[in-house]
């Protein structure tokens, strides 16, 4: 494996198990350098806390990325998470015409919403530039949540596999290359991925754990990345990542008071090992 570098450009919470305190282990851990951006920082995350600072770094991307252009750096591959508006939306694309290398992986995660509704923080104007953004991915990884807004298509919690593959047609409409949809569950007490690479659809499918935790989705993302950089098929980077995170969940529940975030550190040996 050639020595790779990636950029993830997402935010940075201080305290919370999730975004840059989650992709930039995760995806070292994988062997890969990892470069960040951070879209804002934050003294904790926002679920579960009260009260928390938030410096946003809108402004300071543009200047980033034109000393990165002086300086001649590149990246073998791009990941963006959370994005705290649209303006932003609109540098990373500049971001990413102006730095991806020849080849570059480029990772959309539209973390916008869940459970049926868009983050506080967001609105449909948000959604019109993430549909943009969209365009650039070379796999997008949206929940079912995220791709019902993106592709202005009913939420539903029971649903068949006709109706996914909907979503993925026209979220492959918006321009994504490839598109792997997390949390879909067929059958009670299960849930998996369905990946769509090449034109062809496959599901993994393994038990669902009850109780949600914050970040998983972020540290899901963070080792398919990880792992597809690592030489892995999409379908297999899905599979790591979906073990990786079954992982970390029942970690997790050994602690009952650690509700702010998933206990990932103490199993990326378990990571490592899947690579």
């Known amino acids: ?15 919370g198990q999730c975004s840059l305190t989650v992709a930039l282990p995760i995806i ?3 062997g890969i350098e990892t470069s960040v951006l951070p879209s804002a920082v934050l003294s904790t995350h926002t679920a579960g806390f009260t009260g928390f600072t938030c410096r946003d770094l809108t402004d300071d ?12 750096i590149t ?6 998470g959370y994005l705290g508006s649209a303006k932003q939306i609109e540098y990373v694309k500049n971001i990413v015409d102006a730095t991806a290398a020849e080849g570059c992986l480029v990772v959309v995660d539209p973390a916008m919403a869940d459970n049926g509704k868009l983050y506080p923080a967001f609105d449909i104007d948000f959604v019109a530039e993430m549909k943009k953004l969209c365009a650039d991915a070379d796999y997008l990884l ?3 949540t995220e791709a019902c807004f993106l592709t202005d298509m009913e939420y539903r919690t029971n649903y068949d596999s006709a109706y996914i593959d909907e979503l ?12 792997i949809i997390t949390g879909v569950s067929y059958k009670e ?24 935790i914050h970040g998983t989705g972020d540290i899901y993302a963070s080792a398919f990345v990880g792992a597809k950089l690592r030489g892995k098929t999409a379908f297999e980077a899905a599979k790591i990542a979906a073990d990786y995170v079954v992982e970390c969940i029942m970690e997790s529940k050994k602690d009952p008071n650690h509700t702010y975030g998933a206990r990932f550190e103490p199993v990326l040996g378990k990571l490592i090992s899947m690579l």
């Open 189 to 212: 007490g299960h849930t998996g991925v369905v990946v769509f690479e090449n034109g062809e659809s496959q599901y993994y499918e393994h038990r669902q754990i009850a109780g949600g």
């Open 75 to 80: 990246f073998d591959g791009i990941y963006t």
């Open 142 to 144: 949206p929940n079912i």
């Open 61 to 72: 991307m543009p200047d980033i990325c034109a000393h990165w252009k002086k300086e001649g």
């Open 1 to 15: 494996m050639n020595y790779k570098r990636i950029l993830t450009i997402q935010d940075i919470s201080c305290v």
């Open 168 to 179: 993925i047609k026209k979220l492959c409409s918006l321009g994504a290359k490839n598109v």
């Open 28 to 30: 070292s851990a994988c």
